[in-house]
């Protein structure tokens, strides 16, 4: 079956298209399964976890059947990650390869079969994440962007907008630095790593900034307090949830 | 100068890439590891440098995949995805640099196989032809073919039947006899397709291997014989602005020794690969 103008790119017939290189907006797979898509996005210490974490219980009290997903946490590809990262034998190209095999067993291990379930699906960072990431470590992005091709496209995608400088401030009250990958150190930007994390998340942040038009990305102002942040989150989750009653299940 | 299929990784320089990259393609039991045991020692005693490479021999992603395999619930992206990662470390940290310092790199498979494993798999054809945009175009395939009829006792009767190399993955279901013969009947469709789409030299892999370790050589020849190292090594000491840097210099003083033991030595043959052309580990 094809979805849309789509044409089937993985063995699931959600799987998305592969759209010409010049097109300015993306459709990743859209999926008609019962469940729903929900995915955080931001750069470190923009507060998006904490958020996710309150939307969880939330979602829980009402009754949904809620499963969170987590970045780079695949049972198959994690340690191959972690050994590369501790080897520091992870390249800008093997960087972004190893995390989206990673995504990819998550996608075809847990949130596709979840969706199908009916569950809601949180995923804290999803392919914006490598899309910014790996374009701020030199990689192709329209190369990035078809790499991703077989993910699902979420039902809202927030991005937690926040100041660099804010977000510094918050991870470092706390610890004295940052590791090697994180700060993109391996980009050899600055000797110090918390020089390097601030010129490395620039570009993420910048690259981010172009993905809210290109993806439809919900801006939520991360500044805000996290109450109000919180509400917003919830009020616009609601909305999506509204049309999907048979998610419910007794509490 | 050296291409890739269209797309360039960060920091990939094509300019000094003088070494030849030598691809030796198939499916399984078509005795591509026999042909490049044959293949290392003879172009060492021509003088050559030589390393080898082959799937799942990347210090990244080897030991992942394998365990991957083990438990047979790789799914089929994912597997396409990891074989990626396994290919573009080994293109990076290994093919790159030993050709830069002029070696021969001789590939036991190459994006070719990876490419007709996935699209059998369902994936689409762009989809993994995108994600190896970024390989270099080879110097040479010999694409080394054997009818099923011929490839069913090769495999079957040496080692049995093998989960991964029936596609008990695709056609769950069916014994494994029923899946290894549609598995690599499709495997075989795809290879003939991409043979003429990437210009493969056919071997006929039936011959017994002294022979098609023959028509090899004469063919690699021919390609040495082409586009000469001597104009590079000429060109070297000739003209000073194209001299090695000195980062090149120290790689292939390193490179160099390290191919030594197997010039002596071709019974170890079972294609581990030298960590020689490695600067950077």
Redesign the interface.
């Known amino acids: 079956m094809e979805i849309g103008s789509g044409v089937r790119i993985g063995p699931f017939e959600v799987f998305a298209p592969l759209q010409p290189a010049v097109s300015m907006v993306r459709h990743y797979g859209e999926h008609h399964f019962p469940g729903r898509l929900i995915v955080v996005e931001g750069i470190d210490g923009s507060g998006k976890s904490t958020q996710l974490s309150l939307l969880h219980k939330w979602l829980e009290s009402k009754g949904y059947g809620v499963v969170f997903s987590e970045w780079n946490s695949s049972p198959l590809v994690k340690d191959t990650t972690k050994h590369g990262k501790k080897k520091k034998l992870l390249t800008p190209a093997t960087f972004s390869l190893i995390h989206s095999t990673d995504f990819a067993d998550r996608t075809e291990r847990s949130i596709l079969p979840l969706l199908k379930a009916g569950a809601v699906v949180l995923c804290d960072r999803y392919i914006y994440t490598a899309f910014a990431r790996d374009v701020a470590r030199g990689m192709d992005r329209d190369w990035v962007r078809e790499l991703y091709g077989f993910a699902v496209k979420p039902a809202v995608a927030f991005y937690f907008r926040v100041p660099l400088e804010t977000a510094i401030h918050r991870l470092l009250d706390g610890r004295d630095g940052f590791k090697f990958y994180e700060a993109g150190m391996d980009l050899n930007l600055a000797g110090d790593s918390v020089e390097s994390f601030r010129m490395f998340q620039g570009r993420i942040l910048s690259e981010y900034e172009r993905m809210i038009s290109e993806f439809g990305l919900t801006v939520v102002d991360a500044t805000l307090p996290i109450e109000v942040q919180q509400a917003q989150v919830r009020q616009i989750v609601k909305a999506h949830l509204d049309k999907a009653k048979e998610l419910r299940v007794k509490a | 100068m050296r291409e890739t299929y269209g797309?360039?990784?960060?920091?990939m320089r094509l300019g000094d890439l003088a070494g030849k990259l030598i691809v030796i393609e198939g499916t399984d039991g078509a005795g591509r590891s026999t042909q490049i045991d044959l293949l290392k020692p003879w172009l060492e005693e021509l003088g050559h440098a030589v390393v080898d490479t082959g799937m799942t021999r990347s210090?990244?992603?080897g030991?992942?995949i394998r365990?991957?395999k083990e438990?047979n619930?790789?799914?089929?992206?994912?597997q396409?995805?990891?074989y990626?990662?396994d290919f573009?470390?080994r293109l990076?940290?290994e093919i790159v640099p030993a050709l830069r310092a002029g070696f021969i790199v001789l590939t036991d498979r190459y994006i070719y196989s990876l490419m007709a494993r996935a699209i059998v798999?369902?994936?689409?054809p762009?989809?993994i032809r995108?994600?190896y945009?970024?390989a270099l175009k080879p110097d040479a395939v010999f694409y080394l073919r054997l009818g099923i009829d011929q490839l069913l006792p090769r495999v079957v009767f040496s080692r049995g039947f093998d989960y991964w190399e029936s596609g008990m993955d695709l056609y769950p279901g069916h014994d494994m006899f029923d899946s290894f013969c549609s598995y690599q009947a499709a495997l075989l469709t795809e290879f003939d397709r991409l043979s003429a789409e990437f210009n493969f030299q056919r071997v006929d892999a039936a011959a017994d291997a002294r022979t098609v370790c023959a028509l090899l050589q004469q063919n690699i020849l021919q390609l040495l014989e082409r586009d000469s190292r001597k104009d590079f090594m000429s060109r070297l000491y000739n003209d000073s602005t194209t001299a090695p840097r000195p980062a090149d210099a120290a790689l292939f003083a390193v490179a160099a020794p390290a191919a030594a033991p197997s010039t002596n030595g071709n019974g170890n043959g079972n294609g581990h690969h030298h960590h020689a052309a490695h600067p950077g580990?």
């Open positions: 797309r360039l990784l960060p920091e210090p990244l992603a030991d992942g365990r991957a438990g619930n790789l799914g089929r992206v994912t396409a995805l990891f990626a990662t573009v470390d990076e940290n798999r369902g994936m689409d762009r989809w995108s994600i945009s970024v580990r």
